[in-house]
């Protein structure tokens, strides 16, 4: 039976460290690759120890390295547990908490067999120390680096000199979109937007009555752009006048890299706005968090597809939807989780535009998840958001150069 528990937890530790060390997406990813990749060697020496012990007895310290492939396996085992446990997969649950209980078991099977330990200072102060450091790395591996949230991309932008158009009739704002990431970690770029809004802003010939501003702050509550309180000008809800996505969904950007663009917002020259507006955004995910397969285009939310529910319900936007595969940043969670998709939502309506990111497993597309939920899928894979704007500019100038 503790043959049978060590030689099993060889092959299961074994399997998971190679895939780590040539796979996992971090260099402490890796190095827990071979950590368990040691682990699973000492369970095999371990499990050669135990025959010699019970039944040849050819080499004099094969007891204790019974021992210490034992203790090994119980310390990997048990390490791995919670991570395994936090997965989705009933057989590799089972399968772990055996093994946990098996190799204490087969400690204590060992430990009593022993008569004498020779030097047990040393065996001590070598289990004692392989503790520490398995301990050490897998707490830093998966404790410590999921709640490092340093990590965030900045988009800039920069307007640059209207032009009119030859017949006076148009005019055309230069705009240069910057995605810069100053992080030590690359990012998938899983959607980026830009939209510019048209703003009519009169004004008063008066001071405004605070029941005026009052009517103002409730107005503006659930639009996506916020305007300030004002004595004189009279805000009144943008207008979207240009969208584009900027970047491909699935692209990404390096660690001290850049992205930049130029865009033109072009608008005739009676335009009835008073300013324009301009936003962007990108939904980010760490590239030390998950995998990312190519993603594609999957559907309009106006026609056809399985458009979940709570998209349909969003009528003040309509929806381009691609759809990605996401793999996990280690082996073990990767084999005990149930597969994961991204659903990347690129919005657009009246008031505004925007873009969005959404993680789940199959089956889980029409649920709502409540907010401590999205929080932990968003801390698990590191998605974050980038936002700037709005970056405001009066059109008077402008609008008075067309005239004689």
């Known amino acids: 039976m503790i043959l049978l528990v060590l030689l099993v937890t060889a092959a299961y530790l074994g399997r998971f460290g190679i895939e780590d060390l040539g796979e996992a997406l971090t260099f402490m990813g890796r190095i827990t ?16 120890a135990v025959v010699d ?51 204490a078991w087969a400690v204590f099977a060992v430990w009593r067999t022993l008569t004498v330990i020779p030097a ?61 990431n100053h992080s030590d970690v690359g990012f998938y770029v899983m959607g980026a937007e830009f939209h510019a809004m048209g703003q009519r802003v009169p004004v008063s010939t008066h001071d405004r009555l605070r029941q005026q501003w009052r009517d103002d702050a409730e107005r503006w509550k659930g639009y996506q752009e916020r305007s300030p309180l004002s004595r004189r000008e009279v805000h009144q809800p943008g207008e979207l006048l240009a969208a584009q996505p900027w970047m491909a969904p699935g692209g990404y950007i390096e660690a001290s890299d850049s992205v930049a663009m130029r865009t033109l917002v072009q608008l005739p020259i009676d335009t009835p706005y008073d300013q324009v507006a301009f936003y962007a955004t990108a939904s980010l995910a760490r590239k030390d968090r998950l995998g990312l397969d190519s993603v594609t285009f999957d559907s309009f939310s106006w026609s056809g597809g399985k458009v979940p529910q709570w998209v349909k319900d969003q009528k003040e936007f309509d929806s381009l939807i691609y759809i990605g595969r996401v793999h996990e940043n280690n082996s073990i969670n990767e084999r005990t989780m149930d597969p994961r998709s991204v659903a990347i939502y690129w919005k657009f309506g009246t008031h505004g535009a925007e873009v969005s990111a959404s993680i789940t497993k199959k089956g889980d597309e029409n649920r709502i998840p409540p907010e401590s939920e999205s ?30």
């Open 53 to 103: 012990h019970w039944f040849w007895k050819s080499f004099p310290y094969s007891g204790i390295l019974a021992l210490v492939g034992t203790v090994a396996a119980l310390l990997t085992n048990a390490m791995v547990l919670p991570e395994i446990l936090n997965g989705d997969s009933p057989y590799y649950k089972a399968l772990s908490v055996l093994l946990t209980a098996g190799s």
């Open 120 to 180: 047990p200072k040393r065996v001590a102060t070598a289990v004692i120390a392989s503790s520490v450091f398995a301990i050490a790395n897998f707490g830093y591996q998966n404790l410590y680096q999921p709640y490092q949230h340093g990590a965030r991309p900045a988009i800039k932008l920069a307007m640059g000199t209207p032009e009119l158009s030859v017949d006076r009739k148009s005019f055309a704002v230069p705009v240069d979109i910057t995605l810069e």
């Open 375 to 404: 929080r932990a899928v968003r801390d698990r894979y590191g998605l974050v958001d980038a936002l700037t704007g709005p970056i405001q500019r009066s059109l008077w100038d402008i609008k008075s150069k067309s005239r004689p």
């Open 33 to 48: 690759g071979a950590g368990l990749i040691v682990a699973s060697a000492t369970a095999v020496l371990g499990g050669a």
